[in-house]
């Protein structure tokens, strides 16, 4: 930790990189590993399948820490979000954010599998945590609450109320930093309710299957939990804020074939994702603008990194061979994020928060409660002293009523009482040993995480300081050993110095590809302005335009152009005693109608729906039976009905009639004849003749 110009600690975002194991699919397609981590340096190492030359062989990555495919929940947790989440019960914001290619394992990480114990992820595990930590901290009174939103398709879902009426936007405030408005809030009291909200939210998820994935995140979720904490009566909070997010992740639609539906969403996910990326490296180059406002992610990620936060990235990848592009798409970003530093600032002594506010309440029922309590038993009492033959029968049942209504009045009051002291949890409700246990437990593993950190830290720190002091410790015995030692040493500085080199190309094919993708986007923008640019300049009247145009304001909090909408006022054409024409087959009888005139200044066609209905096609007869038959029928018309009649080899050469009461229906008369021949047949031979 450092100290920034405003005076305030920077503190790195970390970031840690995690391996996942070969899947199925890529066993069967015989898929090479090219991973190799090694967990006590922090350094990844990948090989790259089509080198072509001896330098651009592997790449190496150093990272904060790194986990293989043999990581286990547990560990990830103890060694490096624990630590994260002690802060945040500290009264700090944290984030912890898994990202990287589709399939390599985030939600995996953050939510885990459904084993329960050593499946779980950094979730469950997070809020197993905080249960902890309240249960076993006396003189405390916490309120605890949780959101759940999604980012699909650039929209903001809450993931608790599915059916919100009210439109979520994101606002931004100097005390909470961006927000997003009319957001369910739900009041955790337990473990167990944190559990609930994080199924139901799960439940409404957006998931889909790709060919990379069976069980796809299709949106960017971020579950929230904020934990306020005050003394009783005391007048200022402690508030501690956690994100946890699981991202969509990154693909290319030629590996996941996505089309339609999941293409749309690919592309917008890939936006966002490439939104992302330009934040973290315009904030790794300290770039002077930062483009958060490119999606709703980076706002909603802005305190996360280079704000208000303590935070950890998880970049996920694969092993195999077939992704190494992504995988080092991945690392590159992972690397320029641990770059990245943010002013994480204790939220203490916060005034206006839900628990005061609680609190307050509470201490003012209580005492309204016992006012009228006093007032209750004074009433009861005089009326006990006052004798009854002073008063009158009125008068008695007045002060009966009062005080009955005094009564029902403190009941209610009780009740309100019992509701607002509900939402509090009061902190330590563990027996003493159990709590001692438990916080030496605790104690002992964010340790344990510190003197990994450090052993990682030190590793590296005795690798960078080797590299340097090799030179310094040689002494030569003859000029020969000095000019090998150094020839040695050129050749792995030129071998540095080339794998830099490729490095350098590597990043510039990239950025190349990206500012083709940015180009190719930018060219379909183009053109579909261009195509409302037509409309607009040969249907709307120029007075009209230039009107509009002075109504619209650009709205920060919802990043787009808005109408004023107490100025934009569109009269609507006056009805003409005419109906307007709903279909085509009603256009023509519009046509002299004034009403129609007016209303379609664009003589537009009209949208009509797709047809519902067929073309009536002719039932056709069996081909054999009607070369048959129609050589032998013959009609007659006997008393207004038609006889048909059939001779054919299959009945032996025999005729048979069938009436009918109209012309063309010769199809029913033949299939009469034919059901009454097979019917004698099956009797006489068991068979059908047709
Ligand atoms: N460390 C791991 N150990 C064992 N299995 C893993 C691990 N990581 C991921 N997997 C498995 O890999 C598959 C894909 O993981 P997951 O769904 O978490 O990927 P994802 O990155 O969230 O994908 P998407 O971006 O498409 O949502 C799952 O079947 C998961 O169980």
Redesign the pocket.
């Known amino acids: 930790m450092d100290k920034s110009s405003s005076g305030f600690y920077n503190e790195a975002v970390q970031v840690i990189v995690?391996c996942?194991?070969m899947?199925q699919k890529e066993i069967q397609a015989d898929c090479v590993g090219i991973i190799k981590a090694y967990p006590n340096r922090g350094v990844i190492e990948v090989q790259n399948p089509k080198a072509r030359n001896e330098n651009e062989k592997t790449k190496l990555f150093t990272f904060d820490s790194v986990y293989d495919?043999n990581?286990t929940q547990q560990g990830l947790y103890d060694e490096t979000v624990r630590p994260l989440v002690s802060s945040v019960l500290d009264g700090y914001n944290g984030c912890v954010f898994?990202y990287?290619?589709?399939?390599?394992?985030?939600?995996?990480?953050m939510e885990g599998?459904k084993e329960f114990d050593e499946g779980q992820g950094v979730v469950p595990r997070a809020f197993e945590q905080i249960w902890a930590h309240i249960n076993r901290t006396t003189g405390l009174e916490f309120l605890v609450s949780v959101r759940y939103l999604e980012i699909y398709m650039e929209e903001i879902r809450d993931l608790l109320k599915i059916k919100h009426v009210k439109t979520l936007e994101l606002r931004e405030d100097n005390g909470q930093g961006v927000y997003v408005t009319h957001l369910h809030s739900q009041t955790c009291k337990s473990e167990a309710d944190m559990f609930k909200a994080m199924r139901i939210g799960n439940h409404n998820r957006t998931?889909g299957a790709?060919n990379?994935?069976?069980?796809?995140?299709r949106s960017h979720a971020i579950f929230q939990i904020v934990i306020e904490m005050a003394e009783k009566n005391s007048k200022s909070v402690k508030v501690g804020k956690l994100n946890l997010v699981?991202?969509?992740?990154s693909?290319r639609q030629s590996k996941t074939g996505a089309t339609g539906d999941r293409l749309k969403e690919a592309t917008k996910i890939n936006k966002a994702l490439s939104s992302l990326g330009n934040v973290i490296y315009a904030l790794a180059e300290n770039s002077a603008h930062i483009p958060y406002r490119d999606s709703k992610l980076t706002r909603l990620l802005q305190d996360s990194l280079g704000g208000n936060s303590k935070t950890i990235m998880i970049a996920?990848i694969g092993p195999a061979s077939m992704n190494y592009d992504e995988t080092i798409i991945t690392l590159r970003y992972a690397y320029r994020a641990k770059s990245i530093k943010n002013q994480p600032i204790k939220n203490e002594d916060i005034k206006n928060t839900k628990l005061l506010e609680l609190q307050q309440e509470i201490e003012r029922l209580k005492k309204l409660i016992e006012e009228k309590n006093r007032g209750i038993e004074l009433t009861g009492q005089i009326e006990y002293e006052v004798s009854s033959e002073d008063e009158d029968d009125s008068e008695k049942e007045e002060k009966v009523k009062k005080l009955e209504l005094g009564k029902v009045e403190v009941s209610e009051l009780a009740k309100q009482l019992k509701t607002l002291e509900n939402q509090m949890v009061h902190g330590g409700n563990l027996v003493d040993s159990v709590k001692e246990n438990e916080l030496k437990l605790e104690q002992q593993r964010i340790e344990i995480a510190a003197r990994k950190r450090r052993e990682i830290e030190i590793q590296q720190k005795i690798e960078e300081e080797e590299e340097n002091c090799h030179e310094l410790k040689q002494v030569f015995a003859s000029l020969q050993q000095a000019v090998d030692f150094k020839r040695d040493k050129l050749k792995r500085l030129h071998g540095r110095f080339q794998s830099v080199k490729q490095e350098i190309k590597d990043s510039h094919e990239e950025y190349v590809r990206s500012r083709k993708e940015i180009e190719d986007s930018n060219d379909s923008a183009a053109m579909q302005l261009r195509k409302k640019f037509l409309i607009i300049d040969n249907f709307v009247p120029t007075e009209e335009r230039t009107r509009l145009l002075n109504l619209a304001n650009f709205d920060d909090n919802q990043d787009n152009w808005v109408l004023n909408k107490e100025q934009y006022k569109l009269d609507r054409p006056i009805a003409h005693n005419c109906r307007r024409p709903i279909s085509d087959f009603a256009i023509p009888l519009c046509q002299n109608s004034s009403k129609y005139r007016i209303e379609n200044i664009l003589d537009l066609k009209l949208d009509m729906p797709l047809r519902t209905t067929q073309e009536y096609t002719y039932p056709t007869i069996c081909p054999q039976i009607k070369a048959f038959v129609s050589n032998v029928i013959t009609q007659e018309s006997q008393n207004n009905h038609i006889v048909v009649k059939m001779s054919s080899h299959a009945m032996g050469l025999k005729s048979a009639t069938s009436k009918i009461e109209k012309e063309g229906k010769y199809k029913q008369a033949i299939k009469n004849i034919v059901e009454v021949h097979n019917q004698k047949s099956k009797q006489s031979s068991g068979r059908p003749v047709f």
């Open positions: 995690r996942r194991p899947s495919w990581s898994a990287g290619q589709t399939g390599t394992g985030k939600t995996y990480t599998t998931t790709t990379m994935n069976e069980h796809s995140s699981d991202l969509a992740g693909e996920n």
